[in-house]
Structures are given as C-alpha cells and as structure tokens.
C-alpha cells in the first residue's frame, strides 16, 4: 500500500502485513470505482447518440443528408465529418489539460477530493448536453464532462491500488474496469429504447449523465481517504484509525511504518515531474506513464466502443439493429472484465497481455480481410459474414476487456512509487486521454480513406504492443507496491539503467 522504497527493509516487513476484508474496505471499493461508471457511460453514450437521426438533424444535418442519400462515396464514408467527431474528442481533449489541475489536488488535498470535483464537473456537463440547443453549447457540456473524467481517471486507480491489500490489489483495483464496462453496457442499453422516443431521445441518454455522477458525489461524502495520502498530508493519528478500519485489525504496525517510511521519501522530493525524468524512474515512465497508456488507445478498442453503431450502420444493419449489436459486444467487454479479476493474481499480467495480443491480432485480420473482399461496394453485406464480423468484433472486445482494459489503468497504477505516483498517475491520464482524443478525432476519416487498411493497421500496432510487454514488462502479480522497485533491480533489461542511477547516488 505504500510507495516504492529502495531497499530491503521495507520488503522485509512487508511480509509481516496483517489484516482482512472488511465490510468498511468492500464499501470503500465500491463507491470509489463509482468513478469508471462516468468514463464508461460516456464511452457507451456518444457513439449511439451520433448515430441518431433525431440527433443528427438538429445538429449535423448534412450527415444526415448524406447517411439518406448515401450520395455517390462508399459506405465507408458515411459519416467522415470532422466536427461530428469533435463532438466525441473535445471531452478527452478538456480530460487531457484537467488531469494536471487533478495531480495537484489529488496530492495536496487527497483522491477523495478529486473523485468529488469530478463527479460535480461531471453532472454539469450532463445538464448542458441534456439541454443544448446547438453545437457550441454542447461542445462546452463534452469540456465539463472532460473535467469530470480527468480528475476521476486520475484519482480512483490510485485510490482502488493503494487501498487494496497487496494479495489482491489486481482485481481490486480492476473494479474501475469493470464499471467503466458497466457504464457502457448501461449506455447502449439506454440508447437502444432511447433512440425510439422521437425527437427527444437523445437528449435522454445525454442526460441520465448525471445519475452516476450524483451516485459518485454522494458516496464520495461517506468515503474514507486513504492512509498513504492522509500519511502524505501529516494526518498519521487519523491514517493509522482508517488502516486499522480498512485492514480489521490493530496489528498494522508493519504497513504502517512503510507508510510513514515511504511519505519521509516522497516530501523529499520537491519536483515530483522532474524526478520522473530520473533513470531510478525510467522503467516506470516508459512502461506505466508513456507506453501502456499510449499503446491502450492504439489497440483500436475505443473506436469500436465510440463507432460500433456508426460501424454496424455502415455495415448495412439498421439503426436498431446496430445499437443492438452494440449492446452485445459491451456485453462482451464486461464478461472480459469479470474474468480478468477472477485470474489477474492467478495468471499474471503479462500472460493476459500476451494471450489476448494474439487474440486480438487474429480477430482484426478477419475483420479486415473481409471487408477487403467484400464491403465497400455499395450492397449490404450478407448476413453469413456480417455475423462473422460481429463474432469477430466480440472475440476482440472480449479478449480486450481481460487485458488492455483493465490492466491498462492497473499496472501503471501499482508500479510507480509514492513520491511520483500522483505526477505519474496525471502523465498516464494525459497521454490515454491524448491518443484516446486523436483516434476519436481521426478514426471516420481512417475509415472513408483507408477502408479496411484501418483493421489490419490496428493489428499491426498490437503486434508491437504484445512484443513491448513480452520485453520490458516483468510480472507484478501479488508483489507488495513497496517492492516493485526489486523487480527493476532485477530485470535483463533495467537493471543496467537503475543500477547506474543508484551507483551515481552513493557517489553524491
């Protein structure tokens, strides 16, 4: 639970760590992994809501006019408009900035305090969308929403990962992946009866927004800081009352020391960003901060999440008919979600990591190689395939939702130490956010110009993202977040770079 000491001290205690799960604990991991549900519904909402007519005539009548006429262009672009896919990317865009504004609230007031001004930025941007009467006013609802995802992203994985026991801070922590998919699965559900409530349904699913966020805001007054941000903050007779509570026992005296030991090092340093910079850091930032965040997006998987009604639209299915199809692949992603929490200790991260590489390369292909033979031409495709393709979208979803999904938030969460792990936390936000934004912004456009070059495109960048992991990734199931530091120490790779970091320190 607390952050990363070099040194064998703390590795020793912490194998002296007691205690049990509480009720106080379970409540506590609830209400805080209440903040994926706002990430999720978003997810789940924007892509069902832009595939609606009702929606698309007040708003972008000329891609509604074009998705009539089909014009003289391919299916493939149908809905290639730039400020349609504003709508979507300007949110991740205003998550992007706000997660530094979250860094500095969450170490200096706590993750409690972040998860609250999420969840009130949040209900806003729900009220505005809910209401808007033209395109500016909903692109400033998506920037309220935005503020409300970057500082809840940024706040609830550093609350689930250092609340959790180290035995099992995987799955614990992987309940922020399992209501970000709840929260899309609710959506496309809601969009499905929504979107037959004429002309106002849109309006409906945009503003059940606020219903998550009012759940989040209120179980956030009834939540407990955790220990290492109230040990952070000097508060020690209160962070050792909310360990005991968490833990169920009074024999805290191990962890708790690491806690006091771990915060000694991190007021230490000054400039938390800068010391990111170090070479000490250097696996954490290239693995958790810059490469996992990053390659998160590059999987594709968000596109099928915003698109996939716009995508079975295209595809020749109805509008019912491909928010159904939406509602089975979210289906998908939350049967992934649970089986990564019931093996993520077990099995391992990099296991599901590489398994679900090759499982998702596959299913890209064939998505790909059957639109190479057989869309784009003007003619719905035949039911056979379209069935395949659905099949082949879910096995990818699927294969997603036990992997990149959850591990995605998971690792970069567990592996910085105290000192860094709210800058760190705000640079993997920032640059999941980022792609995330990018990919929005860019996919319908890869789509009516590369056609089915975009899956096979995807498939590549997963080729690589499984080789990084297979390379630079040592295993951090059950390894106590005191200890991640070892692993580096030990791995072929950054032991070479940690070691002269540490050789440069003795030297000073």
């Not at 938390?272 to 910079?277: E, H, K, M, Q, V």
């Amino acid at each position: 639970m607390a952050g990363g000491i070099v040194g064998g001290e703390v590795g020793k205690r912490a194998e002296l760590y007691e205690g049990r799960v509480t009720s106080y604990f379970i409540l506590a991991c609830v209400v805080g992994s209440l903040g994926g549900s706002l990430f999720g519904y978003d997810l789940g909402v924007s892509g069902g809501v832009t595939s609606m007519d009702d929606f698309l005539k007040e708003f972008f009548p000329r891609v509604y006019r074009r998705k009539q006429a089909h014009l003289h262009e391919t299916d493939y672009c149908k809905y290639d408009d730039q400020v349609l896919t504003l709508f979507t990317s300007v949110l991740y865009f205003a998550a992007l900035f706000s997660t530094f504004g979250a860094s500095l609230v969450t170490r200096k007031r706590g993750r409690r305090m972040s998860i609250l001004c999420g969840s009130i930025s949040f209900f806003l941007g729900g009220a505005i969308n809910a209401g808007a009467r033209n395109v500016p006013t909903l692109i400033i609802g998506r920037i309220f929403l935005g503020i409300g995802i970057g500082f809840g992203n940024q706040a609830v994985p550093l609350y689930l990962s250092e609340i959790a026991p180290p035995k099992i801070r995987g799955a614990v922590n992987q309940l922020f992946q399992l209501t970000t998919c709840s929260g899309i699965l609710v959506a496309d559900v809601i969009n499905y009866f929504t979107e037959k409530i004429h002309p106002w349904g849109w309006r409906l699913s945009l503003g059940l927004a606020m219903a998550p966020a009012v759940l989040m805001f209120v179980g956030g007054l009834f939540l407990p800081e955790t220990p290492n941000s109230l040990v952070e903050q000097g508060r020690l007779e209160e962070a050792r009352a909310v360990l005991e509570r968490v833990r169920g026992t009074l024999k805290v005296d191990a962890e708790f020391e690491d806690l006091k030991e771990a915060s000694e090092a991190a007021r230490a340093v000054k400039h938390p960003f800068r010391n990111l910079l170090r070479p000490r850091n250097r696996p954490q930032l290239v693995i958790g901060a810059l490469g996992i965040p990053a390659f998160q997006q590059l999987s594709g998987m968000n596109s099928i999440l915003f698109y996939s009604p716009v995508i079975f639209q295209s595809l020749g299915m109805g509008s019912g008919a491909s928010l159904y199809s939406s509602i089975i692949t979210s289906s998908m992603l939350v049967i992934g979600a649970l089986i990564s929490m019931s093996v993520v200790d077990r099995l391992g991260r990099r296991f599901l990591f590489i398994e679900a590489g090759f499982q998702m390369v596959t299913s890209m292909v064939v998505v790909g190689v059957i639109l190479a033979l057989e869309f784009g031409h003007g003619a719905e495709l035949p039911k056979s395939l379209a069935v395949i393709l659905v099949l082949a979208i879910c096995a990818f979803v699927v294969a997603y939702g036990w992997s990149w999904g959850p591990l995605g938030w998971l690792v970069p969460s567990e592996i910085f130490p105290l000192e860094t792990r709210s800058a760190g936390q705000s640079i993997v936000v920032c640059v999941n956010m980022f792609f995330t934004a990018a990919i929005a912004q860019c996919f319908l456009a890869m789509l009516c110009h590369l056609r089915y070059g975009v899956f096979i495109l995807f498939a590549g960048l997963i080729v690589i993202m499984s080789v990084f992991v297979i390379l630079l990734l040592p295993e951090t199931k059950q390894v106590p977040i005191e200890e991640m530091s070892q692993l580096w120490e030990k791995h072929w790779f950054w032991k070479n770079i940690v070691a002269r970091d540490q050789e440069r320190q003795q030297q000073h």
